[in-house]
């Protein structure tokens, strides 16, 4: 996985996802399966579909189950690799996959500021105690 983190502005950061074929194709053929056991065609079995048959007529289907379900699996992936925290749901843009090629995304999110507070060794602080009387 390929990972392009950009700061933009003070508390957004954007980040660019390349996921190469061979990573991704294991969870794209996790998702022909599972989409294969719901479709049923006149002449087949259910769930007994030539891949090829599905491919031709299903595509699109197959391509929207993989992006559904695995976008948001390796947007986590990056921000623990990163170790970013992000304060908003990210708003995920220019999604390009296609089968055999390199998947890539980009999303977009806030962060919390960084605040740096400054070196208190500098600083002397005076203590007075109070003294207590009592009358008796």
Known sequence: VEIQVKHKGAFSREILLSIPWEECSKDYEKSFVKLRRKIKLPGFRP???P??????????????EFLEHNIQTYYQR???????????????????FKYG?????????????????????????????????TDE
């Open 101 to 133: 090629q390199t998947f890539t995304f980009k999303t977009s999110f806030d962060v919390e500021p960084e605040i740096i507070l400054p070196k208190l060794k500098k600083n002397k602080l005076n203590v007075v105690k109070p003294v207590y009387e």
């Open 47 to 49: 769930g007994k579909v």
């Open 78 to 96: 990056a921000l623990k690799i990163e170790e970013i925290e992000p304060i908003n749901k990210a708003e995920v843009s220019n999604v390009e």
């Open 51 to 64: 891949k090829q048959v599905l491919v031709n007529q299903y595509q699109s289907l197959i391509e929207a």
